[in-house]
Nanobody, 116 residues
Framework: DVQLQASGGGLVQAGGSLRLSCAAS????????IGWFRQAPGKEREGISCISNSDGSTYYADSVKGRFTVSSDNAKNTVYLQMNNLKPEDTAVYYC?????????WGQGTLVTVSS
């Protein structure tokens, strides 16, 4: 079975840091791109970062560029999202997604709450 397990969310003060993890199993991890998305209350889900496990290329949305860093440990089949200098507007449920061609898998979300 394909599984994506996101974890690491929590409550943090503005300016603080959190590291999210996305642990994957049940598919060939190295072939996939892993993306991080978030959905704030009343808003649409937005893609904020992505890493290609095949070539290591990364992407960041402007809203998180310079504050968030995505990385991958292929030996552990886990992708991380290091989030620094968190802002109240970063409050959302964060999801990870694995994509390869027309195959796409979602994990359950992890809640990040940033207090002002």
């Amino acid at each position: 079975d394909v599984q994506l397990q996101a974890s690491g969310g929590g409550l943090v003060q503005a300016g603080g840091s959190l590291r999210l993890s996305c642990a994957a199993s049940g598919f060939t991890f190295d072939d996939y791109a892993i993306g991080w998305f978030r959905q704030a209350p009343g808003k649409e889900r937005e893609g904020i970062s992505c890493i290609s496990n095949s070539d290591g290329s990364t992407y960041y949305a402007d809203s998180v560029k310079g504050r968030f860093t995505v990385s991958s440990d292929n030996a552990k089949n886990t992708v991380y999202l290091q989030m620094n200098n968190l802002k109240p507007e970063d409050t959302a449920v964060y999801y990870c997604n694995a994509r390869w061609g027309d195959k796409s898998f979602w994990g359950q979300g992890t809640l990040v709450t940033v207090s002002s």
